[in-house]
């Protein structure tokens, strides 16, 4: 079996070949490659003398750069890690914990591909976080793939600056040990810090999510920050890249190919594309090279019609890859991703079109019938964020007996001091481009910070309980809302 069928299996590998070279670093503390793989094996020894249950939790103590310690030497002795989140709420902790609490002692042979190494969280509709069970394979196929589609610049040095609890980041800092170039993570995000770190021109590749980057932009300019010439490759995704930002991305960073690309923590990768302000909105580009898909309500029904043009007409996205999850661990409610043989749907709703580029409407969750039509929000808050005085929206349908669901959007400000345009401007704005029944016939603005989820994300579903409540609060005493203030 080579040395890169598993995710740690490089490391003895490049500890021969590069025993000196900085393996991993958080910006205070380095180890190479060689007090790198030493650490992992000392520490897979003890796992194995203790006879460690087949999944251990890693807690959030610790830095970060010894919490990748703790996680190959855990994978290195045959064991799967299932890495907490830090922000969970001690009630969500106990009940992770409690899961994995009761295993018995195990001696765990060798690793192997198929061998259980990872379990992350994606949070659920239950409001308990659902884990999600990899095993080797998928993640070394992701690495592999990332060299043939994206060039020999995904293989060198990455910068991750973002938790590992968040699977992107953790992907992003053991590609970089897998390839032997190395990695370094920033456990807290600072735009101005990782700046500051780009340009050393150490990095060849970042990886971050779009409001990462979106602070980058914004603390550039405020710090009047030089361009950083030392990044080849941008990747962007864990939510929407708003794209008209794109030519002051690339401006900052002149050198860099910036790729989007579009995935599932139980998909892993689907589609990519070289980012472009001129793309349409609801595009995520062409499958990854070992990425089937098929568009439609069962793939083993007309298995033919996949990955083909079927006129625009949306239907659930089905992916067939080497990169797919295994299954869920605990907690499992009805956003749980869909099996249909080797095929394998996150609920989101999408087309493919002539060219062969995916679509992506929108997650079937979030679908709201207003006026009987089907509406899917994210093409709405995509035209909405597009507006160059707007910074984040999300979009709601509240019951309403004469349409079904009323539109209700709700609104932050680009920053601070930028005013907000007008309701009546931005429902023009959105009518200039989308059908009119899409245009929103309530707007709120948000006052405080915008709800992000563990993994930056909008957190939709916050804002859909304030929009609830601050409504009902409306209509029965007309008290003043707290998180919600009607605009105008």
């Known amino acids: 079996m080579p040395s890169s069928a598993l995710v740690h299996g490089p490391l003895a590998h490049w500890c021969q070949l590069r025993p000196d070279a900085v393996a991993l670093a958080n910006g205070q503390q380095a180890l190479s490659f060689a007090q790198l793989h030493a650490r992992v094996q000392q520490q897979a020894q003890d796992w194995q003398a203790r006879r460690a249950p087949a999944t251990v939790l890693l807690d959030s103590s ?32 106990a009940r992770i914990a409690a899961q994995f609490a009761q295993q018995p002692p195990a001696d765990m042979p060798e690793p192997g591909p198929e061998t259980p190494f990872y379990i992350g969280f994606t949070s659920g509709s239950s409001g308990l976080p659902k884990g999600f ?9 992701s690495f592999r793939v990332s060299a043939q589609d994206l060039g020999d610049a995904a293989m060198q040095r990455v910068y991750a600056p973002g938790r590992l609890s968040h699977s992107l980041f953790l992907f992003a800092a053991l590609l970089g040990l897998w390839s032997g170039a190395g990695a370094e993570i920033q456990e807290r995000f600072s735009a101005g810090r990782a700046l500051a770190r780009l340009q050393s021109a150490e990095f060849p590749v970042l990886v971050a999510v779009p409001s ?6 914004e603390s550039a300019q405020r710090r009047r920050t030089p361009p950083v010439h030392g990044v080849a490759l941008l990747l962007i995704s864990g939510a929407r890249w708003l794209r008209e930002r794109t030519p002051a991305l690339q401006a900052l960073f002149p050198r860099a190919r910036i790729v989007e690309f579009y ?20 595009a995520v580009g062409r499958p990854f090279s ?91 808050e995509a035209r909405l964020q597009a507006h160059p005085q707007l910074g984040q929206v999300s979009l709601h349908g509240v019951a309403d007996g004469l349409r079904g669901h009323a539109l209700h959007a709700v609104l932050q400000a680009v920053d601070e001091v930028c ?36 993994s930056g994300k909008t957190d939709h579903a916050a804002i859909a309980r304030a929009l609830l409540e601050r409504t009902q609060e409306l209509e029965q005493s007309g008290a003043a809302p707290r998180h919600l203030q009607p605009w105008p």
Not at 133 to 141: A, Q
Not at 313 to 338: H, K, N, Q, T
Not at 367 to 374: E, F, H, Y
Request: charged content about 20%.
């Open 62 to 93: 610790g830095s970060g750069l010894e919490r990748i310690v703790d996680f190959l030497a855990v994978i290195a002795s045959g064991r799967c890690a299932a890495v907490a989140e830090p922000e969970w709420p001690a009630s969500v902790q």
């Open 133 to 141: 069970r990899r095993h080797h394979r998928s993640w070394t196929e």
């Open 212 to 217: 990462q980057l979106q602070l980058m932009l």
């Open 263 to 282: 995935g599932a923590s139980e998909a892993s990768y689907i589609a990519w594309m070289d980012a472009d302000a001129r793309a349409p909105a609801q």
């Open 290 to 380: 070992n990425v089937a898909l098929h568009i439609g309500a069962d793939p083993l029904v007309d298995p033919l019609a996949g990955g083909r043009d079927n006129g625009g007409e949306p239907g659930l996205i089905w992916v067939r890859s080497p990169m797919l999850f295994m299954d869920y661990v605990g907690s499992c409610d009805g956003s749980a991703a869909l099996r249909r043989g080797e095929w394998l749907s996150v609920r989101d709703i999408g087309h493919i079109d002539a060219q062969g580029w995916l679509h992506l409407r929108g997650r079937e969750s979030r679908m709201i019938v207003t006026q009987g039509k089907n509406l899917f929000p994210e093409e709405v």
């Open 419 to 454: 005013p907000m345009p007008h309701a009546l401007a931005l429902a023009q704005w959105c009518r200039a481009t989308l059908e009119s029944f899409k245009a929103p016939r309530h707007w709120w603005l948000w006052q405080g910070p915008w709800p992000l989820t563990a």
